[in-house]
């Protein structure tokens, strides 16, 4: 009943498909399309999407020299390594403390992770703001990184995941005379990876992404990260340079596509592990 | 265990390392601020690049610009006491009032009053007043603009209208706008720069005649006939002009693509107006249409250097340099780099500064044949200034949605302004 | 009368890959049919052919005389049993139960939820449903059950309730897909009896996939042993045991499994293997290749050299309580042979080294190259050896 | 993570059932307590760091927070004076806070449904063939990893109203041209279409795992059970099978979109005429642009409560509904 469809009914999923992903692509093709005309045609050309004039070079050549692009992808890929690395060090014990080891306080220290679920970090960003302030820490990569070392959404995901590995892997472990640390990143990490690699592409595409916390927390175009580079970029050009904006747009979001492009594979198998697991 | 979380961490500390080491601050280095890039960062670039050339012991860097005076005025007082602090700021005229009441910034009177060579230098009086509040100078004038009206010649024509004589007063801007409008093909007859900040409404007010408040600045001045005559005038832009309720960047981009035909905006746009326009059609401008022929002014759009060290060693070398970027070197590369008016008399006509200029750039022209006309930008008291004019702004808005009358959207305006002033 | 279920040439393919071929099958009104195979064989594809979930790529489907070979599963009146059993979760066991029947019993709009309930012509259907619910829920002793949901129940219970489920809608055909194996042993053995009783009170044809031989054997009227797609012998559980018509029946059916001996065939007709000749008459040509296939319970073990017997060494002995094992390696051959004795028999044997094997004629099973049995060389219906092997010691 | 997943499991719903201990053989005795007291030592020294961070990053931070919401506190300005629940009462008839909170619910409105009915629409295009599946997969998620201020620029360029290719197309077709962004009417709407045309990929993805756990026998017996058409089939066993994947996805989405500030803060800030101001971005506004650190706090307080209340009424009514244990 799945997977085998009457030829008209498969036409109709594929015309139907592709008319979606048409629309769904339409951002996308226009931006290469804007990256590549010269500013007269961008006003002009209407619906056209090959250029009459090719300003590529002109356009790219703005987008990686008005702002300092290859220092901000690199801020961004800091920033976002740093804050994944953090969040599975620090979360990946704690979760498996809580699906695993028994202790008195550990439905509280629960009732604490999902309430730090609902707290989104926007809401906080005042105190944490002027903690950063009084540390003397805005305008720095930390500032960046270390409001996201903690991720109570890893330490949901990692027990939910680790709760799913037999007991019978833990006493063995406990028997060949593993410590708990070690139970961790032994036994544990090597099991979870299929949940932390897809932990690991949520987060990087959140943090990625996030214009919130480096829009307060950095003035200083050397340390932005991507979106907020872009911001300056635009700001730069007063808006009415889209070819030279589209281009930063391509320069600045490529790297997260091909990132996913890559990691696909591994990203929709740990989706689907972890749940079917969980 | 160990070895595992080494291997964790290694790349990290790299990471990190590769992160941390943030700029260290030399003594002859000079942190400087400024807001809209989009006119601004050419220019900056230059002065910076001159003054280098000239002072070899002092390092020039650029924090990053803020997109308006607002936001740049709101980063300066966030950063107010940090180390995040710039050496200079260049803060919009209308917000220097705040700096002053609180304390924020250096006041700049003393070393005025050590420097002989000053006013030799061009920086008469008249000038350092555009910077002074309550005695004190808070800053020198960088650059100074006031409202002009841009115009597509080839729309003009096309709309059977003469592009060598462009209207003179608003009823016919709007007879004008309605020809243009004729034409069809997604072109639209005028556009008026209300969006931003409140200061092309107060084009229209001084144009009356009028002012934002009463004069111990306690209460709402607009919300007599000059005013209700702003609003209403406005309000035939819309309706006599059919000009759409577009965002701020959609008009810029929608005059430089030629689908307006008459557009009114500061003349310090003029550079990234013509740069837009490229060869696709005749880019004109005129002097804004008069309103109230003897008492109607414009008001002085730009903005001043402001000094923010407090490091007496730095604030001589930053003293220096903000006597360079306003000074003759500074005009001489701010007017051509943006389309704002020279800040004195003398530098326009000089031909050893922009008299030649001026000859051979007639766009250039429009905004300093207003300048007789040049009032302060208001500066509204109080911690809610930004807030006020944001205010002004959302209120045009409705406005300009036909959403409220013009009565109406007075009355809301004074009623929500009012609040907003100190008690 | 018709045959309750026919199968006529039944093939189909999966791509590249030929899961079925020439399947022919006809299942008596009443009649309990088992398909046991190996995993894979292609015994749970037909079943869901038969089902109408797949479309066999060529042949034709009857029940009861009727074509259904292009009717869709809905349409074709039989109920099956899932070997996950299949339960929608969100429902309980009365509501798993009723939906069958309403699907069939309401019309659409009746079957709106809310509304449908209070449309005059759904009541008394309604009730009509309920009550066969309730008996059926009776018979498979599950009443208390029936407001739980799946998720609330043990395996054994959801078993029933997916009985329940077939059993309610009265289908001309029970499919049931290795409906047991997820049940642990104890209760395995149980269910069995419990489902044939259904079978016999219900007295619908039923078709019984499963890869436990036991299973097959102990349950089915008749058994049909799947390999490769094919289907290799249907025949009634004895026969499939006793005359197993290919070799590779002769493997799957029976427990521990036949031993096998390569044989050649001297100018005589005689099967010889390791030296020895084994078969006096193995109805077969000199040179051919023939396997020689003794059940281990007629395994006939001694302590000295016989005529036709096979010098083996003991390996190791297996004591299973009613039985004993006896494993043994001949010479030249790979696979040990197996004997099974009583326990008293292979107590005294097990620790000769040494020992000789033979198989009564009647007992020897022979195949040829192409695994298909010879016919004529077991002619008695009763095993051959049955209570003589242990007394040449 | 999604299907029987983690989180549709336990994201709300158990505000804490009793867990599932690792099973225990051995029965109780004085040799088990120092095994415990050793175990309970180990998972303390294990969550030491995170509680630190929570400490930190969490708890700290939210006290501030309620301290600070409670007072007219500014930025830069040393003194400041205790206002009590004043400071909430002054939100109640701020006019400007409580226009971001109706723009904020009709935002999350728009995008909730349309991203969760179009992502599972899509799931179940995908799911129903076989070609191109992974092309599709891909395609549609590609929306979710691209950067949000860059694609932002983008839509800001799409949605011109006067040469933006959405109104050319438009116009194409015959129709009038939308002053999209500013319009006060439309500049929602607008900038809740590109929130969904950013959200039913992810939701297309969680509703594909969803799918893909669904065990087929489920479709067959239903199947057998009468079930004709597809749409029977999908009310029989697809749409009640999903049902915890769906109450995950709209929790997300939720949770998401009453989230938006990076298309505020690119495209409208809040315009025109505040009908684009959004909670985020008011916060934003009041706390660091226009330094009321007092009544931002106070709005970030209202706004989690709020989250927290959303969330929590609407896992109690769901939750009873899609969970089937």
Not at chain 3, 319 to 338: E, K, Q, T, V
Not at chain 4, 263 to 270: I, K, M, P, Y
Request: proline share 6%; net charge neutral; aromatic share 8%.
């Amino acid at each position: 009943m799945i997977g085998r469809l009457s030829p008209p009914a498969r036409a109709a999923r594929l015309a139907l498909l592709l008319l979606l992903a048409g629309i769904v692509t339409f951002p996308f093709l226009f931006m290469i399309s804007t990256s590549l005309k010269p500013q007269s045609e961008v006003f002009a050309s209407g619906l056209a999407l090959v250029p009459q004039h090719w300003s590529a070079a002109e356009n790219f050549a703005k987008a990686v020299t008005r702002i300092p692009m290859a220092r901000i992808l690199m801020n961004g890929v800091i920033v976002c390594a740093s804050i994944v690395v953090f969040q599975i060090v620090f979360a990946l014990p704690a979760a498996y403390a809580l699906a695993k080891l028994r202790f008195r306080g550990r439905e509280i220290v629960l009732a604490l992770v999902i309430l730090g679920l609902l707290v989104p970090i926007h809401a906080i960003s005042i105190p944490l703001y002027a903690a950063a302030r009084s540390l003397n820490l805005l305008n720095t990569l930390s500032v960046l990184v270390a409001p996201f070392t903690l991720s109570v959404f890893a330490i949901f995901l990692f027990r939910q995941f680790i709760k799913s590995i037999p007991d019978d892997l833990i006493l063995a472990a406990r028997s060949d005379g593993l410590s708990e640390n070690a139970i961790v990143w032994r036994i544990i990490l090597p099991n979870a990876w299929p949940a932390a690699s897809a932990f690991a592409i949520f987060s990087v595409v959140a943090h990625w992404n996030d214009l919130y916390w480096p829009l307060i927390s950095i003035s200083k175009t050397e340390l932005a990260t991507p979106p907020l580079g872009l911001l300056f970029f635009r700001a730069a050009e007063a808006g009415d340079d889209y070819g030279a904006l589209m281009a930063a747009t391509v320069v600045i979001t490529l790297p997260l596509i091909l990132f996913f492009l890559a990691a696909q594979r591994l990203f929709i198998e740990g989706m689907t592990m972890t749940g079917l697991k969980g | 265990m160990k070895t595992s979380l080494k291997r964790l961490l290694a790349p990290l500390a790299l990471l990190l390392a590769a992160g941390l080491s943030t700029f260290g601050a030399t003594a002859a280095e000079i942190t400087v601020h400024y807001p809209m890039p989009g006119f601004f960062k050419t220019v900056m670039d230059q002065i910076a690049a001159e003054y280098m050339r000239q002072h070899p012991d002092v390092k020039i860097t650029f924090t990053s610009p803020s997109p308006t005076y607002e936001d740049g005025l709101q980063l300066m007082l966030r950063q107010a006491g940090t180390a995040e602090m710039p050496d200079v700021s260049f803060i919009g005229l209308n917000r220097l009032r705040v700096l002053a009441e609180r304390n924020i910034g250096i006041d700049l009177t003393p070393f005025i009053k050590a420097d002989a060579k000053i006013a030799e230098e061009g920086f008469s009086d008249r000038l350092l007043a555009l910077a002074r509040f309550n005695g004190k100078q808070m800053g020198l004038a960088f650059a100074t603009s006031n409202p002009i009206f841009y115009y597509n010649a080839d729309l003009v024509k096309k709309a059977g209208g003469d592009p060598d004589h462009p209207p003179k007063t608003w009823d016919e801007v709007f007879a004008l706008a309605a020809k243009i409008n004729a034409l069809g093909d997604g072109v639209t007859g005028m556009a008026y720069r209300w969006q931003g900040d409140d200061w092309m409404f107060s084009a229209l007010l001084f144009g009356h005649g009028g002012t934002m408040l009463s004069a111990d600045e306690k209460k709402v001045a607009f919300d007599g006939p000059e005013g209700l005559a702003s609003l209403k005038l406005i309000d035939r832009m819309v309706k006599d002009g059919k000009m759409p309720a577009l965002t701020s960047d959609a008009t810029v981009q929608g005059f430089t693509a030629g689908k307006i035909g008459m557009f009114f905006w500061t003349t310090g746009a003029l550079r990234s107006i013509i740069n837009g326009t490229g060869s696709k059609f005749e880019l004109r401008t005129a002097p804004m249409p008069v309103i109230d022929a003897a008492k109607g002014r414009l008001p002085t759009g730009g903005n001043a250097a402001v000094m923010f060290t407090t490091d007496p060693a730095k604030q001589k070398a930053v003293y220096e340099f903000l006597k360079f970027a306003s000074g003759p070197f500074g005009a001489s590369v701010v007017v051509p780099g943006t389309g704002y008016v020279p800040n004195n008399d003398l530098a326009a006509k000089d031909d050893r500064y922009l008299g030649k200029f001026y000859q051979e750039n007639p766009l250039f022209r429009a905004g300093l044949n207003q300048m007789n006309l040049m009032i302060p930008w208001y500066s509204f008291p109080g911690n809610n200034g930004v807030k006020v004019t944001q205010t002004i702004v959302d209120n045009l808005a409705q406005l300009v949605e036909q959403k409220t009358t013009p009565e109406e959207t007075l009355k809301s305006m004074t009623a929500e302004v009012q609040k907003l002033l100190p008690r | 009368m018709s045959a309750a279920v026919e199968l006529r040439g039944i093939g189909k393919s999966f791509g590249e890959t030929r899961i079925l071929e020439e399947i022919d099958l006809a299942a008596a009104q009443g009649e309990f049919i088992a398909l046991v195979g190996p995993s894979g064989c292609g015994k749970s594809t037909l079943l869901r052919i038969i089902a109408g979930l797949e479309q066999a790529d060529e042949g034709a489907i009857a029940l009861d005389g009727r074509d259904v070979t292009g009717l869709r599963a809905a349409d074709r009146d039989m109920a099956m049993v899932f070997q996950s059993y299949a339960l929608y979760p969100h429902l309980t066991a009365r509501q798993n139960m009723m939906l069958p029947l309403a699907m069939r019993r309401l019309n659409a709009t009746q079957r709106l939820p809310l509304v449908g309930r209070f449309l005059g012509s759904a009541r008394s259907i309604l009730e009509e449903m309920a009550r066969d619910v309730e008996q059926a829920a009776a018979t498979l002793k599950i009443s208390a059950l029936l407001d739980r949901k799946p998720a609330q129940m043990s395996g054994g219970q959801r078993q029933r309730v997916a009985l329940g489920r077939a059993l309610v809608r009265r289908p001309q055909a029970f499919l049931m897909d290795e409906p047991l194996s997820n049940l642990d042993a104890s209760l395995r053995v149980h269910m069995r009896a419990e489902i044939v009783e259904l079978h016999r009170r219900a007295g619908v044809v039923t078709i019984y996939v499963t890869h436990d031989q036991e299973e097959a054997l102990g349950m089915a009227d008749r058994v049909a042993v799947m390999m490769n797609g094919r289907i290799l012998q249907i025949a009634d559980p004895m026969t499939i045991y006793r005359e197993p018509a290919h070799l590779d029946v002769a493997c799957f059916i029976g427990s521990p499994r036949i031993n096998l001996l390569p044989l050649t065939i001297d100018a005589a007709g005689r099967g010889i293997c390791g030296g020895q000749v084994l078969v006096e008459r193995a109805n077969a040509a000199q040179g051919e290749r023939v396997t020689l296939g003794v059940r281990p319970e007629t395994l006939v073990v001694h302590a000295e050299p016989q005529a036709l017997s096979l010098k083996v060494a003991v390996t190791r002995f297996e004591f299973l309580g009613s039985d004993a094992l006896l494993h043994a390696r001949a010479a030249g051959l790979d696979a040990p042979l197996i004997a099974k004795l009583t326990p008293a028999m292979a107590t005294l044997l097990q620790h000769h080294g040494e020992l000789h094997v033979s198989a009564a004629p009647e007992a020897c099973l022979l195949f040829d190259a192409d695994g298909q049995r010879i016919a004529g060389t077991q002619t008695s219906a009763l095993p051959a050896s049955f209570g003589r092997a242990s007394h040449a010691a | 993570m999604l299907r029987d997943g983690p989180l549709r499991e336990d994201l709300m719903p158990e505000v804490l059932p009793p867990e599932d201990l690792p099973p225990r053989g051995a029965p109780r005795d004085a040799a088990r307590g120092e095994i415990d007291r050793h175990e309970a030592r180990a998972a303390w020294l294990l969550s030491l760091p995170t509680l630190v961070l929570m400490l930190l990053l969490l708890v700290l931070p939210c006290a501030a927070l309620v301290a600070l919401s409670l007072t007219d506190a500014e930025l830069g300005v040393p003194e400041m004076h205790f206002l009590g629940l004043d400071a909430y009462l002054n939100l109640l008839t701020d006019r400007d806070f409580i226009r971001s909170f109706r723009n904020t619910a009709v935002y999350v409105g728009l995008v909730t449904p349309a991203s969760v009915v179009l992502g599972l629409v899509l799931a179940l295009l995908i799911e129903a063939g076989t070609d191109l599946r992974a092309f599709f997969r891909s395609v549609f998620f590609l929306p979710v990893v691209a950067l949000t201020v860059a694609m932002a620029s983008v839509w800001q360029y799409l949605m011109h109203p006067s040469f933006g290719p959405i109104n050319l197309m438009l116009k194409l077709v015959g129709l009038p041209s939308v002053n999209w962004l500013g319009s006060s009417d439309i500049v929602l709407p607008a900038l809740a279409l590109i929130g969904i045309w950013q959200a039913v990929g992810f939701n297309m993805v969680l509703f594909l795992a969803g799918l893909a756990g669904i065990n087929r026998d489920l479709y067959a017996a239903a199947e057998m059970d009468g079930a004709r058409s597809a749409w029977s089939r999908f009310w029989t066993v697809t749409w009640p099978m999903l049902g915890p994947t769906t109450l995950f996805v709209v929790t997300i989405t939720v949770i998401n979109a009453v989230k938006v500030f990076e298309t505020v803060a690119t495209l409208t800030q809040g315009g025109p005429a505040k009908s684009s101001d959004v909670l985020l971005w008011t916060i934003y506004q009041e706390g660091f642009v226009y330094l009321h650190v007092g009544t931002a706090s106070a709005m970030a307080v209202v706004f989690i409560v709020v989250l927290m209340a959303l969330l929590l009424v609407q896992t109690r009514i769901l939750e009873r509904k899609v969970h089937y244990t």
